[in-house]
């Protein structure tokens, strides 16, 4: 099974701040099978980046997802209010799929 | 415009089984992939298992004795069976289209 370990835990940070978030997988996994979400309180996921680094139909371009191998990042380029939300990385090159722990991120 | 919509009991009494329902509309469904993912209150996803567009079905290792997914192309619908639920399965479920579509998910809560 891979695991995917995602880092920080928690953030607090202000609008227009830039954020990374990391997600780091227990092995090597194909750029095309990492796919990115955002969970606000209350919802279902929200599909923000696929195959790594592709945006979703929709999705603001201060969304942006990088990464090969057993490391990948997304990035809020410049945080709004309604960016506040935890973020989940995925897998699903390999059975079963797996998702990160999430990252909470909160605005002040 | 895609939508999901699952349905279902919410109360399920444990060693009995979770049968719900995702019905699909504004799109086509032969020619997607399907998941269910479920995430128990206050907790992380986990997806429980998959049917590809050629009919395929992979499920989650950790659940595999128990669920069975099937589908009803000409009804639109999408099924999953869990049999023998304890209180750990206790969670908010989601059907999921190729990964982007989700419904917004039903709860179930396991108690007798």
């Known amino acids: 099974e891979i695991v995917l370990t995602q880092s920080p835990g928690t953030l607090s940070l202000s609008p227009g701040e830039r954020v990374t978030l990391s997600c780091r997988a227990s092995?090597?996994?194909?750029?095309?099978?990492v796919a990115w979400y955002q969970q606000k309180l209350g919802q279902a996921p929200r599909l923000l980046i696929f195959?790594?680094?592709s945006r979703a139909t929709g999705i603001p371009d201060r969304f942006s997802g990088s990464g090969s191998g057993t490391d990948f990042t997304l990035t809020i380029s410049r945080l709004e209010p309604e960016d506040s939300a935890v973020y989940y990385c995925q897998q699903y090159v390999g059975s079963p799929f797996t998702f990160g722990p999430g990252t909470k991120v909160d605005i002040k | 415009q895609v939508q999901l919509q699952e349905s279902g009991p919410g109360l399920v009494k444990p060693s009995e089984t979770l049968s719900l329902t995702c019905s699909v509309s504004?799109?086509?469904?032969?020619?997607?992939?399907w998941s269910w993912v479920r995430q128990p209150p206050g907790k992380g996803l986990e997806w429980i298992g998959y049917m590809d567009y050629s009919g395929n079905i992979n499920y989650n290792p950790s659940l595999k004795s128990r669920v069975t997914i099937s589908v009803d192309t000409s009804k639109n619908q999408f099924f999953l069976s869990l049999t023998s639920v304890t209180a750990a399965d206790t969670a908010v479920y989601y059907c999921?289209?190729?990964?982007?579509?989700w419904g917004q998910g039903t709860l179930v809560t396991v108690s007798s």
């Open positions: 195959a790594a680094s």
């Open positions: 092995q090597s996994i194909s750029r095309s099978y």
């Open positions: 999921v289209r190729q990964w982007k579509y």
């Open positions: 504004g799109g086509s469904f032969s020619t997607y992939s």
